[in-house]
């Protein structure tokens, strides 16, 4: 079955970087993209950006463009999101989502998220 | 980007009733518009995709209707798991967007 295991929860001080990885199995890695999805405490869902699991194509919101980088590795078949200049309105839990097709993807399966802290 | 705006912001009913969530979109979508549900704790779930079309595993009391800027989640009939927040999607533009949420809470 197909699954995504995301890495464990972080606390980081405002100004440091965050990488989470997403590793999936059950499937085929370079079959399908991925897209990281973020929840703020208490909040809704915000989209980041998608990334090819077959080329490593990005595309990234507007909103975290020069701020994140997302990658494969093709080898362990997982995925990761580095979050940079890390502020305190950066605290969430970060998702990453198996996208069925290209950066305008239906997410049909979710990782069980990481809870990132940023706190002084 | 298009905005998702989902009324109401909180449903509250009792299981057995019916359930209509709403989810309107500032500018057409076509059919390509998503629906998810998220239970406390956990990560979202696919439901709906394309609008209408129930995602693997999902019971036919979950049902999804509406195109272009008006659209529709209806659960016939409450279970007690399906007491969640629930959230709809826009794949037809980039970026993808998610509307606030409905949460449907037990009376």
């Known amino acids: 079955q197909v699954q995504l295991v995301q890495s464990g929860a972080e606390v980081k001080k405002p100004g440091a970087s965050m990488k989470v990885s997403c590793k999936a199995s059950g499937y085929s890695f370079t079959s399908y993209g991925f897209g990281w999805v973020r929840q703020a405490p208490g909040q809704g869902l915000e989209w980041m950006g998608w990334?090819?699991?077959?080329?490593?194509?990005?595309k990234y919101t507007q909103n975290f463009q020069g701020r994140v980088t997302m990658t494969t590795d093709i080898s362990t078949s997982t995925v990761y999101m580095e979050l940079r200049s890390l502020r305190s309105d950066d605290t969430a839990v970060y998702y990453c989502?198996?996208?069925?097709?290209?950066?305008?993807?239906?997410?049909?399966?979710w990782g069980q998220g990481t809870l990132v802290t940023v706190s002084s | 980007e298009i905005v998702l705006t989902q009324s109401p912001a909180t449903l509250s009913l009792s299981p057995g009733e019916r359930a209509t969530l709403s989810c309107r979109a500032s500018q057409s979508v076509s059919s390509y518009l998503v629906w998810y549900q998220q239970k406390p704790g956990q990560a979202p779930r696919l439901l709906i995709y394309?609008?209408?079309n129930r995602a693997t595993g999902i019971p036919a009391r979950f049902s999804g209707s509406g195109s272009g800027t008006d659209f529709t989640l209806t659960i016939s009939s409450l279970e007690p798991e399906d007491f969640a927040v629930y959230y709809c999607q826009q794949r037809s533009d980039w970026p993808l967007t998610f509307g606030g949420g409905t949460k449907v809470e037990i009376k």
């Open positions: 394309g609008a209408s």
């Open positions: 990334i090819s699991g077959y080329n490593g194509k990005t």
């Open positions: 989502a198996r996208a069925r097709s290209g950066e305008l993807s239906v997410l049909d399966h």
